[in-house]
């Protein structure tokens, strides 16, 4: 039975984790530490195991070292890659996978190549399960637009440097369209409102950069990683487009209050 009532997402509007520092040598500092600590004590597990979905950077190296370091930082006891971007793992090795892991961590990249291979190898349905299963799903950028229905996505800007946003389909887990890098990003702010008139039935959560929702269950609330990060939803209403700032505060609220134009 797929329960909702398990699910523990955390969605972060964007970020960085760390990496090597090509200038100056060295290791850049990572800005998402809170929330990804969160996503640990989720688990309710000391040291968590944790899964790194790489399919947006299309399975590149470097980057599983980069979330490896970071999260072994973090007290996960392991960290392993699901590699999906160019391989077609069989069903049954994806769900043995996925399900022996606490946390599946999605990184950034391409989000519409992202799902077009969740789907074309089934792993959407398997992260869906996952999900229900009380498993912590995670991730920045297309790593967070992946668990709404939709998301503002400047995937084009990978394949033909097209500088549109388009809006894909993620796997639905959370019934808006999302919008990451808000304040990073400044076309997004007047795409989102061309995309959200577009999508009439829906609300849209837009994080900025450090900024992430935490749902459980059927409750949410807005954690940050970094002074100042907001998240706002948006939709149109009677002809007029409105945004509005999501409240930080640490009791959780209704996830179908916020996901509603009427409230």
């Not at 792993?123 to 637009?145: F, H, N, Q, Y």
Request: with cysteine; proline share 2%; glycine share 10%.
């Amino acid at each position: 039975i797929l329960m909702k009532s398990n699910y523990k997402i955390v969605a972060i509007g964007g970020g960085e984790i760390g990496g090597p520092d090509n200038v100056n040598g060295g290791f850049l500092p990572s800005d998402t530490i809170a929330i990804d600590k969160r996503s640990i004590e989720l688990t309710g597990i000391k040291n968590p195991k944790l899964l790194f979905i790489s399919t947006a950077s299309n399975d590149v190296a470097g980057y599983y070292e980069t979330v490896k370091r970071h999260f072994i930082k973090l007290g996960c006891s392991e960290i392993d890659v699901l590699k999906v971007a160019q391989e077609s793992p069989s069903t049954d090795n994806m769900r043995e996978t996925v399900f022996s892991h606490d946390i599946v961590y999605v990184g950034g990249g391409n989000t519409l190549h992202l799902m077009n291979r969740w789907r074309k190898t089934g792993l959407d349905k398997i992260l869906k399960e996952a999900a229900c299963r009380g498993i912590v799903m995670t991730g920045l950028s297309a790593g967070s637009i992946c668990w709404f229905s939709y998301g503002n996505s400047d995937s084009r800007s990978f394949t033909s440097n097209s500088e549109q946003l388009i809006k894909v389909t993620g796997i639905g887990l959370i019934e808006a369209l999302h919008c990451p890098h808000f304040d990073s990003e400044k076309s997004r702010q007047n795409d989102l409102k061309r995309m959200m008139k577009n999508t009439p039935k829906l609300v849209a959560i837009a994080l900025d950069d450090c900024a992430a929702i935490e749902v459980v269950g059927d409750t949410y609330r807005i954690i940050i990683s970094k002074d100042g990060a907001k998240a706002r939803r948006a939709y149109w209403s009677r002809g007029e487009y409105i945004l509005e700032e999501i409240e930080q505060q640490d009791e959780y609220r209704g996830l179908d209050e916020l996901l509603s134009k009427n409230s």
